[in-house]
Structures are given as C-alpha cells and as structure tokens.
C-alpha cells in the first residue's frame, strides 16, 4: 500500500467548495426535515451537524460541523488557528481529532492553517498514553497524519521519525489491535464512556485511509464496536458489566456518551440527548458524534436491528480481556466472562468478578427503561489498593493509590459507585443474580454498597427480607443474606452492609413477564435464599422463582440445577444475534435470517440470508 | 546558532503532582540544571521520563531518555530528539548504554528486557530465564560488560552473556527495586527490596546478607560517593540512610519527614558533602553538608526518578 499526497486548497479557492457545500447541506436538510415523520440516520446526522455548527464549544469536531455547514465560519477558523498552536494540549486524544478535522475541511482552509496544523505534528509531544484507547487514538492519528504528509523526514516529525517509519509503525500496531480485538476481545470493552475513544478515530480512518485493506478493517472494526454495543443496548442505555465507566454515568446509565452514539446509529433514545438537561452529555466527549454525522461509514442494518428488536428476550454471553498485567500476575490477558439477559424492559448483566480492570470496572447492575434518570440498581465492595494498581501500572504501589486518586478523585472513597475487588464474585442466570463478597482483613474498606433509585415507582422493604421495586413496567426483588442498612442519599437510597462476608440476591421481573407487580412479590416473598458460612467457605444458595436452583462457592463452583457451570465453554460471542469461537477473528451477527460474517483473518464481509 | 550546553546536571521526571489529567504532562521530562546555576530547563517536555542514559563512547556524544512512550536519543543535547522503539516495547522503565560499544543498548520494560545491537534501529527480547515480566532496571557490570542484572518483580536476575539468558539470584526476598554495584569493590552489590530494606553480597551476588538497620522498608534509590566509602538509601518514608561500611550497617542521617519516598540520590563526584535527592511530588532537594540538612532545590511537585551528571 502507499502513502498519498494529500491536495491542498488556497483561501482564495476555499470560498467558494465552502459556499457550495453548505447551500448543498442545507437543502439536503430542508428535503430530509420535511419529508420524514420518522427519525432515520439521514435526518439524525443532520440534525446534529447542524446543532454542533451552533456551537461555542472549542473542539475540532466543532470546527468541523461549523466549516462545512458554513455556518460561523470565520469563528471556526479562529478556533481550529488557537487548537492548532495551543501548546496546552497535545497527545493521543489531540492526534487523532486534529487530522480528523483537519481531512474534513482541508479543503476549505487558507494557507497559514494548513502549515500550523502541519507544524502541530512537529512541534506538539502526540504522547502515546498507556491504555487501550489512548493507543487506538495515538496510532490513528498518527497514520493518517504519516499518509497525508508522507515524505517528510525526521525532523518534521515531534518523535524524530520519518513518515515512513511513524506510517509503519502506525499500521502494525492498529493490526494487532485488529486481530486481539477480533480473537481475545478489547481490555477496554463495553464502556459507555471509553467508547467514544474507540468510535471516532475508526470513523476517521475508515473516511481518510487510502489503502483500502486498512479502510476494510477500520469499517469492520467499527461494525464491531458497535454489535459489540448492540447486543447490551436497550433505548439508549449501554447495559450488562463494564469494564470502565465514571460514576455519574453508573448512576445515571443516560448521562454516558454512548447515548449520543445510540441515538445517531441506532435512533433510540428517542429523544436528542443534548435537549435533555438531565442527560445532557458532559464535556468528555460531547461532540465526538460529529465524525459519525460526517463518515461515508453506513452502520449495517442488521446491527440496527439487533440494537432495537426487543420483541424476545434473550441471554448473551462474551468473553473479553483483562487489560494488559505487568505484576502479580501468570497470564498477560486472562479472560473476562461476561453474561447479559436482555428484555424489553430491563438489561441485567454482569462481569464473573474479580479484579479485571483497574480503577473504573462496573461489574452488575440491572438498568430499566424509564422516563426518569439513574434508571440503575447494582451492589459493589469499594475497594482501592496499591497491589490492584501496581498489576496494570509501572509505578510504585505503596504510593499509586494516592497518586490515582488526583485523577480519578473518587479512588479511595468509601462510597465510590466504581470498583474492581478482589472480594466480589457474581453468578448469574437469565434475571436471577447472586453476588457473593468475602472481604478480606487487609481490605480498606470493609462495606458493601448498593444503589436505590429514588426515582423507583415503589420501594418496599418486606418482612421476608426482600426489598421489593417497582420502576415502570420493571420489578426488582433484592436480598440481602446479612445486616444492612439504608442511608439516603440526594438522588438515591444506600443500601449499606458491614458484613465482610455477605451476599446478595436479586430477581428481575416485568410486566411481560410476570404479570402484575403484586403477582411477582408475592412470587418472591416465598423465597428464601441461603448463607452458608463454613470455615473458609462462603456459598450462596437460592432458588428462583422460576424453579432454577443456583449454587455458588465464593472462588469455587457456580452450579446451575445441578450442573457445574464452565467457563471455558464461553465462546468469544454467543447468543441469538451473534456467534463467535474464541480465537477466530471471525464473528456472524445474526438478525431473523440475515447473516454477516466479519472475518478479520483476510479482511473480508459476507451478507446472506439463511433459508 | 550556539553550541548545546551538555555539561550539568540531568533530572527524570515521570510525573508531577500538579497535573491533572492528559492535558498536564507540560512539565515532566528530561531536565537539566548548569552546575552553579538555579533554573531546570526541560530538554524534553510532555514525556513521562523514569530513567536516563549517556553514552560518552566515541565520536558521538548521546543522551538518551527512557520514556513513557519510548526510549529517546538526542545526539545534540537535547535540541532534537528521536524515538529509537516501536509500539513493542511500551513504557521504557531505565536504558543501560554498553560502554565499549554504545550501539548495544538494554532497556527495561514492564514487559521485560529489550536488547539492540545497532544503536537502537532494532529491537529482541531479552527475556529467557525470566518468570515474571516487569522490570524496573537493567544495568550492566562495571567491569564484565555482558554480564547485567536486572531488577524483578520476584528476583534479582544476572545474565553473563549479553542477555541472551538470565538466572534469578537468591537474594531471599521479592520486589527488587534498584541495585548498586560498589564503585570500587565491584564484588560489593546492593539491592533495595520493596518491604525487606537493603540486601547485600560480598560475592557479586551468589549469596545475600541481611544488614544492621535498613532491613524492613521499601528502598528506591542507592548511590554512593565516588569511592565508595559512604553509601546512601532511600525509599518510602524512609529518609536517607548511610552506610560506611559497604552496606553491612545503616544509620539515619535525615528524616525527611516531608517527603513521602526518595526515588533517587546523586552525590557530587568532586565534592561528596554535595548531594541532591528526587522525591515523588516535591521535586529536587539538595544538601552541602553531606545530607545533614537540605533545601528544596527546585521542579516542585515533580516526582524525579532519577539524577544523574554529565559528564
């Protein structure tokens, strides 16, 4: 493959493609306004170009929807001059952006801007960062930059390489990721947050790359990432286990950036989530959807239609990755089980426990449709240590705690609502979940915490022990085998247990389901699960009202009526829209009796209907 | 155009305490103090800098920066800079330069030990023998220059063939942190442990002993002054220790109650009552009185990792 010359335009020539394209867009908005009653990708990806044009936020992807819509043009230009030399920023996240906008608008720039954004590749450190995402973004960016200025030398580069050698280095890396991504899974799967670190830049590369086997995979890739969404997504929420995600997103599943993500590709939520004040996206990745309004990258409609067909319920499990251990540890990448039941109503979901990511894992919740936020209800042992750092980190674990907590300011809290513990295990089967804690000595904190909505349509605590929910056409039954307490909070109740060895019990139901809400607590009241605490042993016993009998040793056997349940029988996707072997690189997403074959062994898709 | 400024004295910041999230990386890196003068001046901002290396071999003077994202070299004192690794290596925790043949180079990774034979162009593993990963540093014998010994996670390991394969020592403890080779009795090593102090050998390392003092905290950093006759320590809420024996004994010479961890100690070769230590979050600290009493010394809030003087 080659690297290409990118054509460069003049600000005298730029006026008038700029005028062209925004009276082009603007009609093409006029037509798609009027003559759609329903929300199609079309008129989505409009209206949010048009609405990031009306934006005062300094961004490149703002830039972008204001230079092609000429919409305050001269304002954007001002803003992309300040981004290009501002020596404040810099790094992967400015990498990849930087060349998106800057191959979007090319076109329309004036000269002086073409040379600043070309020095910023010279002058600004791109660091490369030390996760999943900040490298998908670094060796995007550096890519595309490498293929648009591809003879330079290394003295035009900020790490002293040639355009050949960084364009090299670029697509090895973005290679491998390809391949680990499609075999073992991402470290850094399913998170509502991170996702929109993974989206963009393959947006761009699928838009910019000029070898067409690297535009293949970066459009399967994004085929990917976003079944990888669909299989857990309900009307907006990313639900099941994730692997990162910010507290205020956990608590209110609406506020994360991949709502903006749903609703452009898959149309849900229904509503546009920047006129939502409640859900209105934070600054972390509020605009980033701009590149998705921009890309020639079409989102296949069978993964639309996985992401939206509710009508079943059904169980999909995933195997990911434990993202990169350097300490304490005999495998790199160890295998994360992941187990969802997705209804029309409500996704449960959980990660099989442990520590599996640092800082920000989220490993159960069961999050309801609703019309009101923090639509979520999940238990979790706080935990911090230098130990779980120093397994991912370079740096000294008697201090990396302290040191991770003046970025992520809630490390340390006793009442954070994200954490990876050693002392938590879950055991699911369709919407019956045990979770099982037995919090070490050493353990900082030595409390469980769960969270109650104070937006749930009843909350009743009954003498049989069950804490009995009601949140629209969802129900929640909630068993706590030990002593708690709960403790209000502004927008949620705390259940709280100092219970080192404790365990919790929880089954949702639904309308479609069970009926009416006093038939399934009446279904519930009659059940009564079981701590057995023997030694060493912590187990957790209960059977569902369904009639299934679950079994689960903490670090031992998890046994479903009477079978043991095997990890290793998890394939890499498994369930009615997606089917994969570990290892393959090769996934079928599956709706009705359509088919498509993702095949990242030689780059290759394949759509057919099966009879 | 004036001529780059190579003498003076070398700090590695890995990061500061007073920057919040990606965008605050401005004022880490490679810096570098004129001796008699104040002012650090950063050779190499936004790059987050555990280590450092000079190879004074040949026509060609260079620096090199172990980095966040790479090991760097700068042939002009760091006017510009190049990163010799790829995406393979990762983070590169320390360099150790061959002092005959500055083409071969060793670095230390979380993911083990990378050896070049042609300054820096490529890169192999260097890992056999190893049972765990992570590698803090890798440094070469004074005199046998393809022996090494290399920092682990659960040992101190020793190669005498370049690499090519390692052998754990049987220091007795995990958690090697750093290792100091005496600069005068080369059979004289020293390691500090994560929670077990110093351990010392009189035999380059086939057996361990366990010294008087020092025996029981985490210990980052051991230098030395030029003859070896005293010896200095630091770690985690440690302060600084000294050792006149050769490390059998240790006494405190400064509490340093406001520093949380030493992570490296210089002592002036020309005059050894001169010392600087690096801490994590507050900088540069330096003494003239053989580390009796100190001053701040500059780069507030950086953790410094480690200094070193050139030439």
Same mark, same amino acid.
């Given at each position: 493959?080659?690297?290409?010359?990118?054509?460069?335009?003049?600000?005298?020539?730029?006026?008038?493609?700029?005028?062209?394209?925004?009276?082009?867009f603007?009609?093409?908005?006029?037509?798609?306004?009027?003559?759609?009653?329903?929300?199609?990708?079309?008129e989505?990806?409009?209206?949010?170009?048009?609405?990031?044009?009306?934006?005062?936020?300094?961004?490149?992807?703002?830039?972008?929807?204001?230079?092609?819509?000429?919409?305050?043009?001269?304002?954007?230009?001002?803003?992309?001059?300040?981004?290009?030399?501002?020596?404040?920023?810099?790094?992967?996240?400015?990498?990849?952006?930087?060349?998106?906008?800057?191959?979007?608008?090319r076109?329309?720039?004036?000269?002086?801007?073409?040379?600043?954004?070309?020095?910023?590749?010279?002058?600004?450190?791109?660091?490369?960062?030390?996760?999943?995402?900040?490298?998908?973004?670094?060796?995007?960016?550096?890519?595309?930059?490498?293929?648009?200025?591809?003879?330079?030398?290394?003295?035009?580069?900020?790490?002293?390489?040639?355009?050949?050698?960084?364009?090299?280095?670029?697509?090895?890396?973005?290679?491998?990721?390809?391949?680990?991504?499609?075999?073992?899974?991402?470290g850094?799967?399913?998170?509502?947050?991170?996702?929109t670190?993974?989206?963009?830049?393959?947006?761009?590369?699928?838009?910019?790359?000029?070898?067409?086997?690297?535009?293949?995979?970066?459009?399967?890739?994004?085929? /990917?990432?976003?079944?990888?969404?669909?299989?857990?997504?309900?009307?907006?929420?990313?639900? %099941? #286990?994730?692997?990162?995600?910010?507290?205020?997103?956990?608590?209110?599943?609406?506020?994360?950036?991949?709502?903006?993500?749903?609703w452009?590709?898959?149309?849900?939520?229904?509503?546009?989530?920047?006129?939502?004040?409640?859900?209105?996206?934070?600054?972390?990745?509020?605009?980033?959807?701009?590149?998705?309004?921009?890309?020639?990258?079409?989102?296949?409609?069978i993964?639309?239609?996985?992401?939206?067909?509710?009508?079943?319920?059904?169980?999909?499990?995933?195997?990911?990755?434990?993202?990169?251990v350097?300490?304490?540890?005999?495998?790199?990448?160890?295998?994360?089980?992941?187990?969802?039941?997705?209804?029309?109503?409500?996704?449960? #979901?959980?990660?099989?426990? #442990?520590?599996?990511?640092?800082?920000?894992?989220?490993?159960?919740?069961?999050?309801?449709?609703?019309?009101?936020?923090?639509?979520?209800?999940?238990?979790?042992?706080?935990?911090?240590? #230098?130990?779980?750092?120093?397994?991912?980190?370079?740096?000294?674990?008697?201090?990396?705690?302290?040191?991770?907590?003046?970025?992520?300011?809630?490390?340390?809290?006793?009442?954070?609502?994200?954490?990876?513990?050693?002392?938590?295990?879950?055991?699911?089967?369709?919407?019956?979940? /045990?979770?099982?804690?037995?919090?070490?000595?050493?353990?900082?904190?030595?409390?469980?915490?769960?969270?109650?909505?104070?937006?749930?349509?009843?909350?009743?605590?009954?003498?049989?022990?069950?804490?009995?929910?009601?949140? %629209?056409?969802?129900?929640?039954?909630?068993?706590?085998?030990?002593?708690?307490?709960?403790?209000?909070?502004?927008?949620?109740w705390?259940?709280r247990?100092?219970?080192?060895?404790?365990g919790?019990?929880?089954?949702?139901?639904?309308?479609?389901?069970?009926?009416?809400?006093?038939?399934?607590?009446?279904?519930?009241?009659?059940?009564?699960?079981? /701590?057995?605490?023997?030694?060493?042993?912590?187990?957790?016993?209960?059977?569902?009202?369904?009639?299934?009998?679950?079994e689960?040793?903490?670090? %031992?056997?998890?046994?479903?009526?009477?079978?043991?349940i095997?990890?290793?029988?998890?394939?890499?996707?498994?369930?009615?829209?997606?089917?994969?072997?570990l290892?393959?690189?090769?996934?079928? /997403?599956?709706?009705?009796?359509?088919?498509?074959?993702?095949?990242?062994?030689?780059?290759?898709?394949?759509?057919?209907?099966?009879? | 155009?004036?001529?780059?400024?190579?003498?003076?004295?070398?700090?590695?910041?890995?990061?500061?305490?007073?920057?919040?999230?990606?965008?605050?990386?401005?004022?880490?890196?490679?810096?570098?103090?004129?001796?008699?003068?104040?002012?650090?001046?950063?050779?190499?901002p936004?790059?987050?800098t555990?280590?450092?290396?000079?190879?004074?071999?040949?026509?060609?003077?260079?620096?090199?920066?172990?980095?966040?994202?790479?090991?760097?070299?700068?042939?002009?004192?760091?006017?510009?800079?190049?990163?010799?690794?790829?995406?393979?290596?990762?983070?590169?925790?320390?360099?150790?330069?061959?002092?005959?043949?500055?083409?071969?180079?060793?670095?230390?990774?979380p993911?083990?030990?990378?050896?070049?034979?042609?300054?820096?162009?490529?890169?192999?593993?260097?890992?056999?023998?190893?049972?765990?990963?992570?590698v803090?540093?890798?440094?070469?014998?004074?005199?046998?220059?393809? =022996?090494?010994?290399?920092?682990?996670?659960?040992?101190?390991?020793?190669?005498?063939?370049?690499?090519?394969?390692?052998?754990?020592?049987?220091?007795?403890?995990?958690?090697?942190?750093?290792?100091?080779?005496?600069?005068?009795?080369?059979?004289?090593?020293?390691?500090?442990?994560?929670?077990?102090?110093?351990?010392?050998?009189?035999?380059?390392?086939?057996?361990?002993?366990?010294?008087?003092?020092?025996?029981?905290?985490?210990?980052?950093?051991?230098?030395?002054?030029?003859?070896?006759?005293?010896?200095?320590?630091?770690?985690?809420?440690?302060?600084?220790?000294?050792?006149?024996?050769?490390?059998?004994? =240790?006494?405190?010479?400064?509490?340093?109650?406001?520093?949380?961890?030493?992570?490296?100690?210089f002592?002036?070769?020309?005059?050894?009552?001169?010392?600087?230590?690096?801490?994590?979050?507050?900088?540069?600290?330096?003494?003239?009185?053989?580390?009796?009493?100190?001053?701040?010394?500059?780069?507030?809030?950086?953790?410094?990792?480690e200094?070193?003087?050139?030439?």
């Open positions: 493959m080659g690297i290409q010359q990118s054509g460069r335009g003049t600000s005298m020539g730029a006026l008038s493609p700029m005028k062209t394209f925004a009276l082009t603007m009609a093409t908005l006029i037509i798609v306004s009027s003559g759609f009653s329903q929300s199609s990708f079309e989505r990806r409009l209206r949010l170009l048009k609405v990031a044009s009306g934006e005062r936020e300094r961004s490149f992807q703002t830039v972008a929807a204001k230079t092609l819509l000429g919409a305050d043009t001269s304002y954007a230009l001002v803003m992309l001059d300040s981004l290009s030399h501002d020596e404040a920023i810099g790094g992967m996240f400015y990498s990849y952006s930087l060349i998106g906008c800057y191959l979007h608008v076109h329309l720039l004036p000269d002086s801007l073409h040379r600043k954004v070309r020095d910023a590749y010279r002058l600004r450190t791109m660091y490369r960062g030390d996760t999943e995402n900040h490298w998908v973004m670094y060796y995007t960016g550096l890519y595309l930059a490498a293929q648009t200025w591809p003879s330079d030398g290394g003295r035009q580069w900020f790490n002293g390489k040639s355009s050949s050698e960084n364009f090299r280095e670029a697509e090895e890396w973005l290679r491998t990721w390809f391949t680990i991504s499609s075999t073992i899974g991402q850094e799967f399913d998170s509502p947050t991170y996702i670190t993974f989206v963009p830049p393959m947006l761009v590369l699928y838009d910019f790359a000029a070898d067409s086997t690297m535009k293949k995979y970066a459009g399967m890739m994004l085929d /990917l990432l976003l079944a990888d969404f669909a299989f857990e997504h309900l009307k907006g929420n990313y639900g %099941g #286990g994730h692997s990162r995600d910010y507290p205020e997103d956990i608590i209110n599943p609406l506020a994360a950036p991949s709502t903006l993500w749903a452009l590709y898959f149309g849900e939520p229904e509503f546009a989530p920047w006129n939502e004040t409640r859900y209105r996206p934070r600054h972390r990745g509020g605009w980033d959807p701009v590149y998705g309004a921009l890309s020639t990258y079409r989102l296949p409609e993964i639309v239609n996985i992401a939206t067909d509710r009508a079943t319920p059904y169980v999909h499990t995933e195997t990911k990755r434990v993202r990169n350097i300490r304490f540890g005999d495998q790199k990448n160890p295998p994360v089980f992941k187990y969802s039941y997705v209804t029309q109503d409500y996704v449960l #979901g959980s990660l099989h426990g #442990g520590i599996l990511q640092p800082i920000q894992q989220h490993t159960w919740d069961v999050t309801y449709v609703s019309d009101k936020p923090n639509n979520t209800l999940f238990t979790l042992h706080p935990y911090y240590s #230098g130990e779980e750092l120093a397994m991912f980190f370079p740096e000294e674990k008697k201090f990396l705690a302290d040191e991770v907590d003046r970025y992520h300011k809630v490390y340390t809290n006793p009442n954070k609502w994200n954490s990876s513990s050693p002392d938590e295990q879950t055991f699911q089967h369709r919407n019956a979940i /045990l979770v099982l804690y037995d919090i070490k000595p050493d353990s900082k904190h030595k409390h469980i915490d769960g969270f109650f909505s104070k937006n749930l349509d009843v909350m009743n605590q009954d003498r049989s022990g069950w804490i009995l929910c009601k949140a %629209g056409d969802t129900y929640i039954a909630f068993y706590s085998l030990r002593n708690f307490k709960l403790i209000e909070e502004e927008v949620n705390r259940w247990s100092h219970e080192p060895r404790n919790v019990v929880v089954e949702i139901g639904s309308r479609a389901e069970d009926g009416s809400f006093e038939r399934f607590q009446n279904r519930m009241v009659a059940l009564k699960p079981a /701590l057995i605490i023997s030694g060493h042993s912590v187990m957790l016993r209960h059977k569902t009202r369904f009639g299934d009998t679950m689960f040793v903490f670090d %031992g056997r998890r046994i479903l009526n009477g079978k043991i095997d990890f290793k029988e998890y394939r890499f996707f498994n369930g009615p829209f997606a089917e994969s072997d290892g393959s690189g090769i996934i079928t /997403l599956k709706y009705g009796n359509t088919r498509r074959v993702l095949n990242f062994n030689d780059a290759s898709t394949r759509d057919y209907t099966v009879e | 155009m004036p001529q780059p400024q190579p003498a003076g004295i070398y700090a590695a910041v890995y990061i500061t305490s007073e920057s919040t999230g990606v965008g605050g990386l401005s004022k880490i890196g490679l810096f570098r103090r004129i001796e008699g003068d104040s002012a650090w001046v950063n050779l190499r936004n790059t987050i555990p280590g450092m290396g000079f190879s004074n071999n040949g026509v060609r003077q260079q620096l090199y920066l172990a980095g966040g994202n790479g090991l760097h070299r700068s042939t002009d004192w760091g006017a510009t800079w190049k990163v010799l690794t790829g995406w393979q290596t990762k983070e590169v925790l320390s360099v150790a330069i061959h002092p005959v043949n500055p083409g071969i180079l060793y670095i230390s990774t993911f083990g030990v990378f050896k070049s034979e042609d300054g820096g162009a490529q890169w192999r593993e260097a890992m056999k023998g190893f049972r765990t990963w992570y803090r540093q890798v440094k070469i014998d004074a005199d046998q220059h393809d =022996w090494l010994y290399a920092t682990g996670e659960d040992a101190l390991y020793a190669t005498r063939d370049g690499g090519e394969s390692w052998t754990a020592m049987s220091v007795g403890v995990p958690g090697i942190k750093t290792l100091f080779q005496h600069p005068v009795d080369r059979n004289i090593l020293l390691v500090g442990t994560e929670d077990h102090g110093v351990r010392y050998s009189v035999d380059r390392g086939k057996t361990w002993l366990v010294p008087e003092g020092l025996a029981s905290s985490a210990v980052y950093a051991i230098a030395s002054t030029r003859d070896g006759s005293q010896i200095y320590a630091g770690g985690f809420r440690t302060g600084l220790w000294r050792s006149g024996d050769r490390g059998r004994s =240790w006494t405190h010479v400064w509490p340093a109650d406001e520093i949380e961890a030493i992570y490296a100690i002592v002036h070769p020309k005059n050894s009552a001169h010392m600087l230590v690096g801490t994590n979050g507050k900088g540069v600290f330096d003494s003239v009185d053989g580390g009796y009493t100190w001053r701040q010394a500059g780069l507030p809030f950086a953790h410094v990792k200094i070193q003087r050139y030439p």
